[in-house]
Structures are given as C-alpha cells and as structure tokens.
C-alpha cells in the first residue's frame, strides 16, 4: 500500500488540524470504497433536533475493537467487530498520528442532499481532547470550520477522494465543523472518522 506522508497544517487558531491530500493512493481508496460500499451494514436511524424528529440525512454504521456504544445527538451506535479493511485504514491512521484508536463510526453519504449539520466531536466518552482521524473515500466534498466563538473565523477545504484529515488538541472545543446539502448532482461518499473512546 503507498502511503504519502506529505501534510498540511491549517493555520486557524485555537486548533491543531492537519490535512493529507493523498494519504491513500487512487486505486488503494478506490478498492476500500468498493469494499466498504457494498459490505457494510448501513443504517439510517432517526434524530430528534429542537424537539422534531427526521430521519438522518445520511447512513451509518460503527465499529470497534471494544463494546463501547457511542452516542450523539440523542442516538446510541452498538459497535461491531472491525473488518479486515477497517483495520488496514486504522493501522496505516495509527502509525503516522501515534494514537491508538478504538472506534470507527463510518458514514455513507448518498448524494449532495446527505449531509450532516454544525457540531463539534465533544461528547463526554471522547475524553478531553480527543483526536479525529476523517478518511474521505469517493465523492470529493467541502468541509466548513467555524470558530464557536468569533463567527468571522470561517475556513473550508475540499477533501479529496483517499485523503485524511486529522482534528487534534483544542480543535473540538472552539471549533465546529459541518458537510453541507449540495444542489450539485454528485455521488457517493464514504467517510470514516476514527477515534478513541475511553
């Protein structure tokens, strides 16, 4: 597998988030996109936001080397065992961020009408500061940031098709971040975003 390890770190304050354009090659991100799309259980589950209940505006499914559920937004994921091509991304994801992680909660967005809404990965089994490892398989998308506190800090970048991107430090507590509903007529995308749950 050819890893490249050429990286960039986004100059925002109040962060430490790194973005690696290339971190799969086309045909090894081609195969796990493939793999993933076709093999994995996907689930769409229900959310409730301000008191309204809709259906996610994407798919998910989770795993892990645990049997630590996972919760946010008013749904609890139970994880199942990681497949072979999970533990190959995780591998090559923990031997160039030095973090051993636990958990994958993957996410299969169908179209530019799938999308997921502002929030930052905070939640109380995340620990402190937690590190998010995002892979983007498939479809390229924009990805927004904003300050939680100085809403003229804004910032997005396009994550391309085997790239990584890497969320670290005090990033989850004063920034947001959100894939937004696109009109352009797109395709699929499979992101994973790896992390740790204590």
């Not at 090894?28 to 505006?57: C, H, M």
């Not at 790239?163 to 990033?171: D, N, R, V």
């Amino acid at each position: 597998m050819q890893l490249f390890s050429e990286k960039v770190r986004l100059d925002l304050p109040d962060s430490d988030i790194w973005y690696f354009a290339n971190f799969f090659d086309f045909k090894k991100a081609d195969d796990f996109f493939e793999s993933l799309r076709k093999n994995t259980p996907w689930q769409q589950d229900d959310i409730k936001v301000f008191g309204k209940v809709y259906a996610q505006p994407r798919l998910t499914a989770l795993y892990a080397s645990n049997n630590r559920s996972y919760s946010y937004s008013n749904i609890t994921m139970q994880p199942k065992p990681f497949t072979s091509n999970l533990l190959e991304i995780k591998t090559a994801i923990e031997e160039e961020t030095d973090t051993l992680f636990t958990t994958c909660l993957l996410n299969l967005y169908r179209d530019g009408k799938d999308s997921n809404g502002w929030h930052s990965d905070d939640e109380k089994e995340l620990g402190t500061n937690p590190v998010i490892a995002s892979v983007t398989l498939g479809e390229e998308r924009n990805f927004h940031l904003r300050h939680k506190s100085d809403r003229t800090l804004k910032h997005k970048i396009l994550l391309q098709h085997g790239s990584l991107l890497l969320m670290k430090g005090e990033t989850q507590h004063f920034w947001q971040h959100q894939i937004a509903k696109t009109s352009r007529n797109i395709g699929e995308r499979i992101n994973l975003t790896f992390r740790v749950i204590r």
